[in-house]
């Protein structure tokens, strides 16, 4: 009987060690998780080490003033369409097109085929009310588009990078950008029930020199005015026409200067303090991540950052049912507990260390083919940098955690080997021959 139960007793010790293998590495990847993607300094972190806020005029420059970018509705016309569509046209479109293609086309992976623009020539003749041509996305055409979208055409890359080095440092722009992700953090964390974007450093250079340069740098980037142009910006000096946006002769340049400091003075003033991301709740509704679980998603979120942050209570009580089941000395404790740690330590320490070769494989095979056509090559790099640092980090992290379990583990497991059960004892103690 007492063979049965010492049987019993390690079967179930097993049991409760591999559970506890299985458990452990998942409490060592969901506190990691928890610890890092709910703080903000990783995200600081990241962004001033990838050099972001320098970069950031740059990379701006670049996303806008792209020809895959700017010209989207040029090279893929029924991007336009489909994006905004009423729900006749979609139908209309998926019954010709096909959902997939319909959903490839409208999200910009790929442009449509000569014979699928002539399949769906009939669904935007029917049902597109607002047909926008290519013409009119063309950046060479003065006569289609908004006076807006024409005269920032103009603008190259050097320019918009120009621009905002010039309304932007990257100090501001970092001061910004950490105020909103602190915020951000704080909110998810259930600290504050807003986040908003501050705007005091952006209107302190704009209502400087700064703004008066930036007006002054932003005509000079325009094409030179026409004489039609020249006697409408005479007017406006004058007291009252429409504000023409070209480039003037030097002369008149000289004469509209003074009158920038007056202007900005006017606009400033009207942009508000701070942009709101999330909103304050209403009076009276409920505040976010009060509700029941599920019934909202901070709450949900706030729920399973709780999980994760208790997660590491599985493994330990699985270990004690280890140790009531099987443990009964000191070498079978260090090795119930040292092979389970040093096993989960391994393993672990192993996906961490693979993580980011398959990382770097599922990127280029699932993500990259579904970027969409539009997207300058420079920004998804960027966005992979990114990705990728996060990565890196949380990594660490996890193979930090790893040999925390390994390395006691491991020396658990060694050391019960120099540990002699009364037993061995007994065995290794020669009899002793009886006095004659």
Request: net charge neutral.
């Amino acid at each position: 009987m007492r063979k049965f139960f010492r049987v019993f007793a390690k079967v179930f010790g097993s049991i409760f060690a591999m559970l506890f293998v299985i458990t452990a590495i998942l409490a060592v990847l969901l506190t990691t998780l928890s610890r890092q993607i709910f703080n903000a300094s990783l995200y600081k972190n990241i962004l001033t080490g990838q050099n972001i806020y320098s970069r950031f005029p740059e990379i701006v420059g670049v996303a806008i003033t792209s020809s895959s970018l700017s010209n989207t509705c040029t090279q893929n016309t029924l991007f336009c369409s489909i994006d905004n569509a009423s729900p006749e046209l979609q139908a209309c479109l998926k019954n010709v097109l096909g959902a997939d293609a319909t959903q490839a086309i409208g999200s910009g992976q790929r442009n449509p085929t000569q014979a699928e623009l002539q399949l769906a020539q009939p669904c935007l003749d029917q049902y597109d009310t607002n047909q926008t041509s290519a013409s009119q996305f063309d950046i060479g055409d003065s006569g289609g588009g908004s006076g807006m979208s024409l005269f920032l055409q103009n603008l190259t890359a050097a320019d918009w990078q120009s621009f905002l080095t010039m309304l932007l440092p990257s100090s501001d722009l970092k001061a910004m950008a950490e105020s909103t992700i602190d915020q951000m953090v704080a909110y998810l964390n259930g600290e504050t029930n807003t986040v908003t974007i501050p705007l005091g450093k952006l209107k302190e250079r704009l209502s400087g020199t700064a703004g008066a340069d930036l007006i002054l740098k932003f005509i000079n980037s325009q094409p030179g005015c026409t004489d039609k142009d020249l006697e409408q910006m005479i007017g406006l000096t004058g007291g009252g026409m429409t504000l023409v946006l070209c480039k003037p002769p030097e002369v008149l340049l000289t004469t509209l200067a003074p009158l920038f400091p007056d202007l900005l003075n006017t606009v400033v003033p009207q942009i508000p303090d701070q942009v709101t991301i999330i909103p304050p709740p209403k009076p009276g509704a409920l505040a976010p991540g009060s509700g029941a679980f599920g019934s909202d998603s901070i709450t949900t979120l706030r729920t399973v950052r709780l999980v994760m942050r208790l997660s590491p209570l599985v493994p330990l009580a699985l270990l004690l049912l280890v140790t009531l089941f099987a443990v009964r000395s000191l070498k079978s404790w260090l090795r119930w507990w040292g092979i389970p740690l040093f096993i989960s330590g391994l393993i672990t320490l192993a996906m961490a260390i693979s993580f980011l070769p398959l990382f770097n494989t599922a990127w280029s095979t699932f993500v990259i083919p579904h970027i969409p056509a539009f997207i300058p090559a420079d920004i998804a790099a960027v966005g992979l940098d990114l990705v990728r640092a996060i990565a890196r980090i949380l990594t660490q992290g996890i193979a930090l955690r790893a040999m925390i379990l390994l390395v006691p583990g491991l020396a658990a497991w060694i050391g019960s080997n120099f540990i002699k059960t009364r037993h061995e004892a007994d065995v290794s103690v020669p009899p002793v021959a009886p006095a004659s």
